[in-house]
Structure formats: C-alpha cells, structure tokens
C-alpha cells in the first residue's frame, strides 16, 4: 500500500530539548511538504521540498529544522527556539510539487510540551 | 491576516439533508481551490476542487460552487451521511510567484451529521 507514514504519533519535549519528527513516503512524490495545525486555525506551512537535497521556508519555519537527504524521507526537527511547539504536525506529499496538485497526507505527530 | 476564512466553526445537519459548508477568500491572486475532509487524529484526505475558470464542479454526492466576485465558495453535500461527520477544511493557491503547491487553509469547520 502507498502512503505517508508519521511517527510517532504523539511525541512529548522537554524545556530545551530538540525532537525530530519523522516523514516517509513510498508515493514516488518529488514533493514534500511540513505544516503545523493549531486548535480553531487553519494549517499553515513550516517547509517544503520540491526535490532531494533542496528546501525552502514556508510561512512559519522559525525554530524548525528539515533535511531532504532522500526522496522517500523529509524530517523535521522542533528545536529548542520553538517557543510554541504544541501542535498536531502532518507531513504531505505531491507529484512534482506544482501548482495545483492534489496533496496527500500523513496520518500526524501530536507534539506536546512537558 | 487570515486570507482564506472558514467563519462556521461547526455544522449540524440531520441524516438525508444537504449540508453547505461555506468559505471566503482575501486573495485575489487565488485561482484553484480544494475541499479537504479530515477525521480526528488522521491527516486530512482531498474531497475535491475546482479552477477559476470554473463556477461549478461536481462529483458524486459533492459538488463545489465559486463566486469568484463574492470571493466565496461554497460545498454542498447532498444527501448527507453520518460518515461525512468531520472536519472540512477549504484551502486556495495562488497565481504568479514560486509555482509550487503551497495551498492556503481555512480554519475548518465541523460537521456533524445526525442519523
């Protein structure tokens, strides 16, 4: 079966900790994307890649980190100047990464602070 | 500056009836828009879309309406399912700039649909 597979699905970070946060796709999709959804908001866009080895911020990538090492993998780390990391997180996919396309996402990590 | 707005945060509808979720948009760079349905702790699934250049798309029991000079679109979901009872989010892209899918959501609005 193709998908997007997230894990964890709920993650806890201590005060100053960084935590990665795992994306994987066997869609063959060029594209892969990062948002963040927070209670009663819309999702809003952290990263994307359009091709391996190269990314670009979205509207909210401060205190975050991603790499693109391989088609199938688009990490994400919260670092420790996340003031507000507490959200649900869904990575996406897409063909190419044009405009237009459908995206298809993961099933989320709720990240929480301790 | 919110520039695609959901204003209905939730919608109850009785079993067999049309549900009509709305959507209003800022932008007018915004030329394609998409309806996503989403269940609690999953990600959001594509439901269906439509082009600027379209006023009307259809697709099953779903079928998306745009007032491009209202800024305003519109799902409606005939006839309505308890199954459909989830979070709908609208979300737009815009003409112009970096070509890649980056979508703009709304806030989504929950529907609950009784039997």
């Known amino acids: 079966d193709g998908g997007i597979t997230q894990s964890p699905k709920y993650l806890f970070r201590k005060e100053g900790q960084n935590v990665t946060l795992s994306c994987e796709q066997n869609?063959?999709?060029?594209?892969m994307y990062w948002y963040r959804q927070d209670p009663g908001q819309g999702l809003r866009l952290i990263y994307y890649s359009q091709i391996v080895n190269d990314f670009q911020k979205g509207d909210i990538a401060e205190g975050y980190s991603v790499s693109r090492e391989k088609k199938e993998s688009f990490p994400l780390t919260v670092t420790s100047a996340q003031k507000n990391p507490t959200a649900f997180y869904l990575c996406?996919?897409?063909?190419?990464?044009?405009?237009?396309?459908?995206?298809?996402f993961g099933s989320g990590t709720q990240l929480s602070v301790l | 500056d919110q520039q695609v707005k959901q204003n209905s945060p939730s919608l109850s509808v009785q079993e067999g009836r049309i549900s009509i979720l709305n959507c209003d948009y800022t932008?007018?760079?915004?030329?394609?828009f998409l309806w996503y349905k989403k269940y609690p702790a999953e990600g959001p699934t594509f439901l269906i879309s439509?082009?600027?250049?379209?006023d009307k798309n259809e697709d099953g029991r779903f079928t998306v309406f745009l007032n491009k000079s209202a800024k305003h679109l519109s799902l409606h979901i005939v006839p309505s399912q308890p199954g459909d009872s989830a979070v709908y989010f609208c979300a737009a892209s815009a003409k112009g700039g970096t070509s890649y899918g980056k979508l703009t959501f709304g806030q989504g609005t929950i529907l609950t649909v009784h039997p």
């Open positions: 996406a996919s897409s063909i190419n990464g044009v405009k237009g396309e459908k995206l298809f």
């Open positions: 869609l063959n999709h060029d594209a």
């Open positions: 439509i082009s600027s250049i379209k």
């Open positions: 932008n007018s760079m915004f030329d394609y």
